[in-house]
Nanobody
Framework: QVQPVESGGGLVQAGGSLRLSCAAS????????MTWARQAPGKERESVAA????????YYADSVKGRFTISRDNAKNTVYLQMNSLKPEDTAVYYC??????????????????WGQGTQVTVSS
């Protein structure tokens, strides 16, 4: 199993920004698409964004489209989620995982991936 490590969460006021990072030692992300998901209190885990290995294809949930940007630096084995114009409803634990393909196929699907421990994002109103 590959278990990423998420970081960058914190407390921010509505309208603010945060940048999350998803990292792993070695080159365990090499060749694979990546995905971000979140889980808010009382809700099931939902897909947020995904990116292909090449970075040429991205996916965003409708709820975050235009506000969040997923990117990756393959040389650093790191995936990022830039979150702008944050809203209280963005409050959740954010998780990252390696997908099973290099391209994005059914990017909203949260497959049997090994998620990290997550990083808490809290947006105050």
């Amino acid at each position: 199993q590959v278990q990423p490590v998420e970081s960058g969460g914190g407390l921010v006021q509505a309208g603010g920004s945060l940048r999350l990072s998803c990292a792993a030692s070695g080159r365990t992300f090499s060749g694979y698409a990546m995905t971000w998901a979140r889980q808010a209190p009382g809700k099931e885990r939902e897909s947020v964004a995904a990116i292909s290995w090449s970075g040429h294809a991205t996916y965003y949930a409708d709820s975050v489209k235009g506000r969040f940007t997923i990117s990756r630096d393959n040389a650093k084995n790191t995936v990022y989620l830039q979150m702008n114009s944050l809203k209280p409803e963005d409050t959740a634990v954010y998780y990252c995982a390696r997908r099973s393909t290099s391209d994005l196929i059914n990017p909203q699907w949260l497959g049997p991936y090994s998620w990290g421990q997550g990083t808490q994002v809290t947006v105050s109103s």
